[in-house]
């Protein structure tokens, strides 16, 4: 028996909500506007005139209710100013991530307001490009060099940053631009930094992120946001600028560590929610720090 959309909507809300998915309003909407090339407001109008359920509509619930993330199945996560491709084998980029971009953003527009001429910056485990292609966007002026490890991940990434003339490669984060030391003026990282015995409670992260993006090493976790510390005073020129993704209870510690390699005005950044989400500081200049080359 055919359903109406409204029908379907509201079957697939009740479906999605007892499989525990919090957002399972939007869901059935966005799955819907998936299928018939809508919004999620077209898609209420729709459904209010009375239209018909598009063919698919329970087979893409029922792997949203066995918790497949909907950005696998839509094949887009929206971030920012963009719609980005992602799917098995990439992190998909989440909000609090949008503030870690805000305050790249808004140092390269510092720089360029006090006559920087094309400031030059790197996105430390590019993931899915989230970072390296909002900024290439907002800051065209910018030179966006963007490195990851993960074969299937720079995969992704070289699609989502395809025309945006950042330069993208494949490698480690601890050892990435050896030719760009000391010449960039912001290095941003959201590196893996979940501890090895902390697995995720949210099933789409559990099941379907790659492990490769979520576990930092080590028992708590930073192993791998030291060794980006680590890159980016190599990379930084004097007074240049180093911000990194983390967690919550994370955030102490990553401001030692960014203290104890010599970066000053150590400070926090809160997502939307008020969490405290990222740190950032500064390489000292030559002025203040015998140690850093003119």
Do not use: K
């Not at 510092?110 to 909002?134: N, Q």
């Not at 990282?189 to 099933?203: K, Q």
């Not at 104890?260 to 950032?280: E, I, M, N």
């Amino acid at each position: 028996m055919s359903r109406s959309l409204g029908q379907a909507v509201r079957w697939a809300e009740q479906v999605l909500a007892e499989a525990g998915v919090e957002s399972a309003r939007t869901d059935a909407l966005l799955l819907a506007g998936h299928l018939l090339g809508l919004s999620r407001g077209e898609v209420e109008a729709r459904a209010v005139i009375g239209a018909d359920e598009p063919a698919g509509y329970a087979e893409l619930v029922a792997q949203r209710a066995r918790r497949v993330p909907l950005q696998h199945l839509t094949g887009v996560a929206h971030f920012r100013y963009l719609s980005l491709a992602v799917g098995p084998g990439v992190f998909v980029p989440r909000p609090e991530t949008e503030v870690v971009v805000q305050a790249v953003v808004d140092e390269l527009r510092r720089r360029l307001a006090e006559g920087v001429h094309r400031p030059r910056v790197v996105d430390l485990g590019t993931g899915s490009g989230a970072i390296a292609a909002s900024v290439a966007h907002e800051v065209p002026q910018a030179r966006v060099h963007a490195v990851e490890l993960s074969g299937s991940a720079h995969a992704w990434a070289a699609e989502n940053l395809r025309g945006s003339r950042a330069e993208l490669v494949r490698g480690d984060l601890r050892t990435a631009f050896p030719e760009l030391a000391g010449r960039c003026d912001v290095v941003v990282s959201n590196p893996p930094y979940i501890p090895a015995g902390a697995v995720p409670r949210e099933p789409e992260a559990r099941e379907h992120d790659p492990a490769l993006a979520l576990y930092g090493g080590g028992e708590d976790g930073l192993e791998l946001p030291r060794a980006a510390v680590a890159s980016a005073v190599r990379l930084l020129r004097p007074g240049g600028y180093f911000v990194m993704e983390h967690a919550e209870v994370q955030a102490g510690a990553v401001a030692r560590i960014l203290t104890g390699a010599g970066f000053t005005g150590v400070t926090g950044h809160q997502d939307l929610t008020g969490r405290d989400r990222a740190t950032a500081g500064r390489r000292p200049d030559a002025a203040t720090d015998g140690r850093m080359s003119p």
